[in-house]
């Protein structure tokens, strides 16, 4: 081991060279480091909030919690760690999945090979070097030769395209960044903008707790009953011995859920068999009455009218008033076509006198003034002004950073149509740079953490492939390009997802050509199973598809390389 002088110069501030520079600190971020840092490879984790944490670190409004059943969310790798861990909920609160993840971040001794309060503002390939250099918000210039990005597909918030909304006098934010101070809303007048799943969320937990709310919605979107409820210590216990047994299930169904599909043909079973499995699944915890569902009901156009048509009548009879149920139901799409929101007792909200719902379809939002919003029919006044506008998904938080490969090209030049990728994890003249859960990957259709880890230990296994090998620089071809993103386009002719407004398919009103009719393939939608096997073919064919140039002898994991080992 050196002496101590060299252990202080490699201290996370000191130290501007890396093998390995991981941008973002979520799920993705904190996995990936782990990987790395059990190998022994110089790396470091950047992100540009306060802490650790990602989705869990930002998203604090309340009501905000999994979708994924909790215990099919937490990570995998470590028997220890499944064994420490007690969920409490089926589906957990923000504040208790935060703390997980600060708890296996210290448990793994993580944290010190993390940078906070630090943005990347620009990523230029350097071709002579076959490096990437980092420009961040501090000044400083960081070097490495794997650049993993680690960005969230939901991470890059988005305001809606109205005037006015600096001259607001009242309390305003968007609900990614909601306060981590507590917000009185006691009493207040309380106005939302937008019905999406975030907005479900806050709306439903809200309600009761403020004063007056009016939820101004554009477009509706369908929602089952989350279902949620505690998790006891029997319970728990009874999940541990489950785990390998969970985690299979999940390896098998598509969504990486423990839910499979039905695979009894739609019109093989009676109606009044199709109707008794909705009934059970309506009131069944999570995504069941979507994803244990039939699987014409995401590309039979009279499948999905009829499950459609169930859960408008489920609506109907929750909501008091026939003429807020009827806004309430979306008539652009069908029930599946896109991921459902859950939500706890949202559609009784619109039962109290202290809500009300605003279709700005009938009477658009004309601007924000001082005192509130104003619509073309009345001015509406508040203390509280909501966002809930949703986000420049998938492709957004890659926009927003200066990425340039060979040649100086521009990512977000390369990606303005639509993403193009190899397996959703590498981009063509952006060589070493690996995103594990990139557009058009496993993971942007599936349980995130379960197509995460599978992202990772691709990426990781095939920076070992490279150092084993003494190669210096890794691209995918043109060609495997091509083939992979008119692989990901092909597969959405046959699902009803293509219809949808969504951002599965780019759609964002709020952002510069994502409007509508102008579908981007943003997701692998063909299933875990078939990704997982489709990339471990990759790499079982001397990951055919990627150019492997260069030589570069020397192994960053025989070199002295963990920061602050010195120290030790």
């Not at 988005?158 to 607001?168: A, Q, S």
């Not at 019905?195 to 509706?220: H, M, N, S, Y």
């Not at 652009?332 to 006198?353: A, I, K, M, S």
Request: with cysteine; proline share 4%.
């Amino acid at each position: 081991m050196p002496d101590s002088n060299i252990a202080k110069s490699q201290s996370t501030e000191a130290q501007t060279d890396y093998e390995a520079i991981i941008i973002g600190a979520g799920v993705c971020g904190i996995y990936q480091m782990k990987r790395l840092k059990d190998l022994g490879v110089s790396a470091t984790v950047l992100d540009s909030a306060g802490d650790l944490g990602g989705t869990w670190y930002w998203n604090r409004y309340p009501g905000a919690r999994f979708d994924s059943e909790s215990y099919t969310y937490g990570y995998s790798f470590s028997r220890e760690l499944l064994d420490e861990w007690h969920w409490k909920e089926r589906f957990s609160s923000q504040p208790e999945n935060l703390r997980y993840l600060n708890y296996v971040a210290d448990k793994f001794d993580l944290r010190r090979h993390m940078q906070f309060n630090v943005k990347v503002e620009a990523a230029h390939f350097d071709e002579d070097q076959s490096i990437w250099r980092l420009k961040l918000s501090d000044g400083r210039t960081l070097s490495c030769r794997f650049m993993v990005m680690g960005l969230g597909l939901l991470s890059q918030p988005t305001m809606p395209r109205v005037e006015g909304v600096d001259d607001f006098k009242g309390e305003s934010f968007h609900t990614y960044y909601w306060p981590q101070e507590p917000v009185d809303l006691k009493g207040k007048k309380v106005g939302i903008i937008g019905t999406g799943a975030t907005a479900i969320q806050v709306i439903a937990e809200i309600g009761d707790k403020v004063g007056e709310l009016t939820v101004f919605q554009r477009r509706p979107n369908w929602s089952a009953p989350l279902n949620n409820s505690e998790i006891s210590d029997a319970e728990m216990a009874d999940i541990r011995k489950r785990y390998d047994e969970i985690f299979a299930n999940c390896a098998k169904s598509p969504g990486g859920f423990e839910h499979q599909p039905d695979r009894r043909g739609f019109w093989d079973v009676s109606r009044e068999e199709r109707i008794a499995l909705w009934d059970r699944l309506y009131d069944e915890p999570g995504f069941g009455i979507w994803l244990q569902n039939f699987r014409e009901i995401f590309t039979d156009e009279d499948a999905n009218a009829e499950i459609s048509e169930y859960i408008a009548d489920r609506i109907r009879r929750r909501v008091k008033d026939p003429v807020v149920a009827e806004k309430l139901i979306p008539k652009d799409h069908g029930f599946g076509v896109q991921r459902v929101p859950l939500e706890t007792n949202y559609f009784e909200v619109y039962n109290r006198d202290n809500v009300e719902l605003v279709d700005i379809s009938e009477t658009p939002l004309e601007r924000i003034t001082e005192k509130g919003i104003k619509t073309s029919e009345r001015e509406f006044e508040f203390d509280i002004i909501i966002y809930a506008t949703g986000f420049d998904a998938i492709t957004g938080a890659y926009d927003h950073i200066d990425i340039r490969g060979v040649g100086g090209q521009t990512l977000r030049e390369k990606w303005f149509e639509g993403p193009q990728t190899y397996l959703g994890m590498m981009v063509h003249g952006f060589p070493n740079m690996l995103m594990p859960a990139g557009p058009q990957s496993g993971s942007a259709s599936s349980n995130y953490p379960r197509g995460i880890e599978i992202g990772v230990n691709w990426c990781t296994d095939f920076m070992e492939h490279i150092w084993e090998n003494g190669i210096e620089r890794a691209d995918a071809t043109d060609a495997a390009e091509e083939r992979w993103t008119a692989h990901v386009t092909k597969m959405y002719s046959t699902m009803l997802m293509r219809k949808a407004k969504s951002w599965f398919t780019g759609y964002n009103s709020n952002v510069d050509g994502h409007e509508a009719g102008r579908v981007r393939y943003f997701v692998y939608n063909g299933g875990a199973p078939k990704y997982v096997t489709r990339i471990n073919e990759v790499a079982g064919n001397d990951y055919e598809g990627i150019a492997l140039t260069g030589e570069r002898p020397t192994d960053p994991r025989m070199a002295l390389t963990q920061i602050g080992d010195a120290a030790e």
